[in-house]
Structure formats: C-alpha cells, structure tokens
C-alpha cells in the first residue's frame, strides 16, 4: 500500500495508463491476479525492467486496480497499469503482461486493450474545467431581467424628479418650463405629470 502522499506524488508523474482485460478458468482473488503477473514477468528482462522492482521504484504504479466478475466459475475483468515511462517501455510492459497465461492453478488469458497518454487526460479535464468556469462565469455576470427593469424605473424616477418643480402656495407639481412657456397643460395629478415626463412635454400643472 501508499500512503496518499505518495500515491499523490506518484500520480503527477504518471505518462500512460495500460488497460488490460482477463479471463481465467477458476475463481481467484485480486490479490491472485496481480501477484501472478509479478511472478510470471519477473526475470525475463532482468532486474532493471522487473515489474516488482519498477514498482517499488515508482516506475509503474504501486498499486494495480482489478475489477472482477465471477460467473460459471470462471472469473473476468479488467486491470490497469500506470507508469511513468516513456512510450516504447510502456509497449513494452504491455506485451509482458500479455504473456502471463495461469493464475494459481488456472489457466489464464491477459489482453492489452488500449493505451492512454495520462498527460492529454489531464489537459482534457483542465480545458473541460475552465469552459466549466467561464460558463459559470458568464451565468453569473448575465444580469437578471428584473434588475435591469428595476434599473429602469429608478433612473425614471431621478429623471422625473429633477425635470419636476414645485410652484405656488399649494406647492403644485409643475414642469421645469411653466413659467416661461405661454402655455401649460392642467392635469388631475401627479401621476400625470410622470406620464407627460416621459414625452418631454415641460409646460404642466397639477
């Protein structure tokens, strides 16, 4: 096992990820699995290219995941391998995994299915994360529909109250021209007056 850290550290330098798929005549456990495919490959390269030894290093990954299924007494699945080698190890690893042929007692058939480099992974989920920010970005900033007529009523409002004016005793509603203009309109309020406002028609009362 790792600790988070390490498998953390590990991870940061990883460059491609091998998947194999499995089939094997009798039911085993994971840990059967992985342990054959040490055993099995150990040697054939020597030391410097052991998968024990590489993964102790932190040339592959220390930790190999296995799913599995069992069915008919056999057991199926897939395993994937990370390392931090370059692509012609990586190959390279594939075809000796690919050479393991029993499990405990069972016969046994490992496949290599595909090969993904870890690096474009990563730069496809940090495109897919900032198209994610910008849109929440975008939806945040978009202004409301309310608030922009809210927006709208109060710059109606300054607009009537600096065109308005009181006049006489009674202190009437009255546009800013009533008393140079040679004619005004009378009407009933000041409700009025707002709709007036919005015409630019100044010479009004109250």
């Not at 059967?32 to 410097?48: L, N």
């Not at 690893?93 to 480099?117: C, H, M, R, S």
């Not at 994610?132 to 939806?139: G, H, K, Q």
């Not at 409301?144 to 202190?171: F, P």
């Amino acid at each position: 096992m790792v600790s988070k850290n390490d498998s953390g550290d590990e991870d940061k330098h990883i460059k491609y990820i091998l998947t194999f798929t499995f089939e094997i005549d009798g039911i085993v456990e994971k840990s059967d699995i992985v342990g054959a495919i040490f055993g099995q490959t150990e040697g054939i390269f020597g030391p410097s290219f052991d998968l024990r030894e590489m993964a102790k290093t932190g040339k592959i990954g220390r930790i190999i995941p296995v799913n599995v299924s069992t069915k008919n007494r056999k057991t199926t699945g897939t395993l994937k391998v990370t390392t931090t080698k370059e692509i012609e190890a990586a190959a390279l690893i594939a075809a000796l995994i690919e050479t393991v042929n029993q499990v405990g007692p069972y016969k046994a058939t490992f496949k290599f299915k595909q090969i993904v480099d870890a690096r474009e992974e990563k730069i496809k989920e940090i495109e897919r994360r900032a198209m994610e920010i910008l849109e929440n970005w975008r939806i945040k900033k978009l202004p409301k529909a309310e608030e922009v007529l809210e927006s709208l009523r109060r710059k109606l409002q300054d607009k009537i109250h600096i065109k308005t004016i009181n006049i006489g005793g009674e202190k009437l509603a009255a546009g800013p021209d009533i008393e140079s203009s040679d004619e005004i309109i009378l009407v009933e309020g000041r409700a009025d007056v707002a709709n007036l406002v919005k015409y630019g028609i100044k010479m009004y009362l109250a």
